[in-house]
C-alpha cells in the first residue's frame, strides 16, 4: 500500500472520516461537560492589618513578615481540627490538609478548598481564614496589637472550558484514528483497485488508457492495442470483478471501443474470441477486488491467454 493509495482511500472515504472525528469531538465535549464530576472552589481572602497601640512599634512590613511566617508554616493538626469543628465535617486533619490551599500576596491571605457541594466549599474556606486569623492574633497577644481584616469569599465551577476542549480534541482524535482504522480494514478485507499504480502492483499489464480522465480517443486506444497485440484490430472488452455489462460505464466503453464484452471469469468464452480480437481487461476504479482479478488473469494465463493491457473505467 503506497502513500499515494492513503491519498486516494481518504478522498474516498473522506464523509465517513470527518463524520467520526467531528461525532468524537462532540462526544468528548459533552463529556466532560455531562458525564464527569463537577467540583467548586471556594476561595476566602482576608486583607490583613495590624491597629497601632501606642509606644510599641509595628509597621505593614512586619505584618507581612509575621503572615508570610504563618503561611509557610502551614495549618497545624490543632487547627485542622478546629477548622473541621466549625464547618461541622468528620474528618481527621490529615484529610483537610491536602485539601486546603493556603497563599499570600503582600498582606492579602489566600484559602480554597475544593469539593462537589459549593456550599460546603465555601463554609470550609471560610473556617479555614478565621482559624488563620486567630492564629496571628495569638501571635500578637503579649504586644496588645489588635488584627483586623477585611474578608470576602468566592466559588467558581472547576471544571472549565479548557478541559471541555480538551476532552473535546481528545474525543475528535479518537474518532480521527478509528475512522481512519475502519477504513484501512475495510481496504484490506476487500482491496480493491484505486488508480494505474495499484494495476502496477497486481499484474505486468500496461494501463492503456483510464477512460475517466478522458484523456485518450478511442482512435488512439485501438491503434495502441493494434501495436501491441500483433496487428489485431478486433477488440473483447474482458470485464474484471466490479465492471458489469449492464453498467452505463461499460456499455459507454464498449461502444466507443466497438469492443464485444465478456465476463473475466469466463475463461471458456474468451479460447475462441483469443484467437482473432485483441483482449483488454476493464476493471472498475474503487470497485474491481484485487484477489478476484489476480485469480481471474491467473486463470486467463493457465488458458494461454494473455491480454494485452488494462483500461480503467
Known amino acids: ?35 464527569a464530576d463537577v467540583k467548586y472552589v471556594s476561595t476566602t481572602r ?52 491536602g485539601q486546603l490551599a493556603l497563599s499570600q500576596k503582600v498582606a492579602t491571605v489566600y484559602v480554597s478548598y475544593t469539593n ?3 456550599k460546603l466549599a465555601q463554609t470550609v474556606s471560610d473556617a479555614a481564614i478565621k482559624v488563620f486569623l486567630d492564629a496571628v492574633q495569638a501571635t500578637l497577644d503579649d504586644s496588645k496589637l489588635q488584627v483586623t481584616a477585611r474578608t470576602s469569599s468566592s466559588v467558581e465551577e472547576q471544571s472549565g472550558t ?22 484501512l480494514v475495510l481496504y484490506l478485507r476487500r482491496r480493491t483497485i484505486l488508480s494505474a499504480q495499484t494495476v502496477a502492483g497486481v499484474t505486468d499489464l500496461e494501463v492503456l488508457a483510464d477512460l475517466r480522465a478522458k484523456t485518450v480517443t478511442p482512435d488512439l486506444l485501438r491503434a495502441k492495442v493494434a501495436l501491441l497485440s500483433g496487428g489485431k484490430t478486433d477488440l473483447t472488452l474482458c470485464l474484471a470483478s466490479g465492471a458489469d455489462a449492464a453498467d452505463a460505464k461499460t456499455a459507454q466503453a464498449a461502444e466507443e471501443l466497438e469492443a464485444a464484452t465478456a465476463d473475466l471469469s469466463t475463461v471458456a468464452g474468451l479460447r475462441a474470441a483469443a484467437v482473432a480480437e485483441a483482449i483488454v481487461v476493464a476493471m472498475v476504479v474503487g470497485k474491481s477486488r484485487v484477489d478476484a482479478v489476480r485469480s481471474a488473469l491467473l486463470d486467463l494465463r493457465q488458458a494461454n491467454l494473455k491480454p494485452v493491457g488494462v483500461i480503467l473505467l
Open 1 to 35: 500500500m503506497t502513500l499515494h493509495d492513503c491519498w486516494l482511500l481518504a478522498k474516498k472515504w473522506w464523509v465517513l472520516i470527518v463524520c467520526v472525528t467531528l461525532l468524537g469531538g462532540v462526544a468528548g465535549y459533552a463529556y466532560s461537560k455531562l458525564g
Open 162 to 183: 479548557s478541559s471541555g476542549m480538551k476532552t473535546g480534541l481528545a474525543g475528535a482524535f479518537a474518532g480521527f484514528v478509528l475512522s481512519c482504522a475502519a477504513v
Open 46 to 97: 482576608s486583607l490583613v492589618s495590624v491597629s497601632p497601640v501606642p509606644n510599641v512599634e509595628w509597621s505593614p512590613t512586619a505584618t507581612n513578615t509575621l503572615i508570610q511566617s504563618l503561611v509557610n508554616y502551614g495549618f497545624s493538626d490543632d487547627q485542622l481540627t478546629q477548622v473541621a469543628d466549625l464547618a461541622g465535617l468528620d474528618v481527621k486533619p490529615e484529610a483537610l490538609r
Open 116 to 118: 462537589r457541594d459549593a
